[in-house]
């Protein structure tokens, strides 16, 4: 129903930032609640952030909040993640989601997947 790409991943040294974006066709991101995930080697996926339809209500896992930060442009039809001081620990695959829920920070709540971009960090 909603096909998703993931773009912005990339090599950064520890401390440095990087901005993710997920943008959406065939359908609009509005009608979703959208999150992000990320997934190392050998290790179970992890949430990482989800934002509400309407882009109120955000919700972060307890170890990144203050670092991460969702957003959506609707108009755009993207949802994004900025990370800041980023840290070696935070080098997975990141994969952006859409859920027919409000939100959720449950992976198996999601309905659509995308297909996730590598953000590696050096030390």
């Known amino acids: 129903q909603v096909q998703l790409v993931e773009s912005g991943g990339g090599l950064v040294q520890a401390g440095g930032s990087l901005k993710l974006s997920c943008t959406a066709s065939?359908?609009?991101?509005?009608?979703?609640?959208m999150g992000w995930f990320r997934q190392a080697p050998g290790q179970e996926r992890e949430f990482v952030a989800t934002?509400?339809?309407?882009?109120?209500?955000?919700r972060y896992a307890d170890s990144l909040k203050g670092r991460f930060t969702i957003s959506r442009d609707n108009a755009k039809n993207t949802v994004y993640l900025q990370m800041n001081s980023l840290k070696p620990g935070d080098t997975a695959v990141y994969s952006c989601?859409?859920?027919?829920?409000?939100?959720?920070?449950?992976?198996?709540?999601?309905?659509?997947w995308g297909q996730g971009t590598q953000v590696t960090v050096s030390s």
């Open positions: 989601a859409a859920t027919f829920r409000l939100y959720s920070g449950r992976a198996n709540e999601y309905e659509y």
């Open positions: 065939g359908r609009s991101v509005s009608s979703y609640g």
């Open positions: 934002i509400a339809r309407g882009g109120s209500t955000t």
